[in-house]
């Protein structure tokens, strides 16, 4: 199993409610297919660089998780399929891509405390 980062952004307009559908949909397709959950977070509502569909921001969410190879082609399908979102970047991460993760949460939880 390799370890993947995505990261998604979903329409602005959307409810509270119809974000949180939206999420859960996403997280259910990974779990249904075997991933292990390293980290989710919600960035929340920022300001995009450039106009995307005529909209100048937009809710930021990222997953970091752990899975087989051939079911990111089908997660990826699903982002497309889904009018919710807007855009979505899927990364695999190396060991020196895992350490900086670590830290990088390991930071924001020390910040939070």
């Given at each position: 199993?390799?370890?993947?980062e995505t990261v998604f952004i979903l329409n602005p307009v959307l409810s509270d409610t119809q974000i949180k559908e939206a999420v859960e949909k996403f997280e259910n397709f990974l779990t249904s297919r075997?991933?292990?959950f390293v980290a989710?977070?919600?960035?929340?509502?920022k300001k995009l660089?450039?106009?995307?569909q005529n909209k100048k921001s937009g809710f930021y969410h990222l997953f970091e998780f752990k899975v087989a190879g051939e079911v990111i082609d089908a997660f990826e399908l699903e982002?497309?399929?889904d009018e919710r979102v807007m855009r979505y970047l899927t990364v695999k991460l190396d060991k020196h891509a895992i350490?900086?993760?670590?830290?990088?949460?390991?930071?924001?939880n020390t910040k939070k405390a």
């Open positions: 199993m390799n370890q993947y075997g991933a292990e989710k977070e919600n960035w929340g509502l660089a450039y106009p995307i982002f497309r399929r350490e900086w993760a670590e830290k990088r949460r390991a930071k924001l």
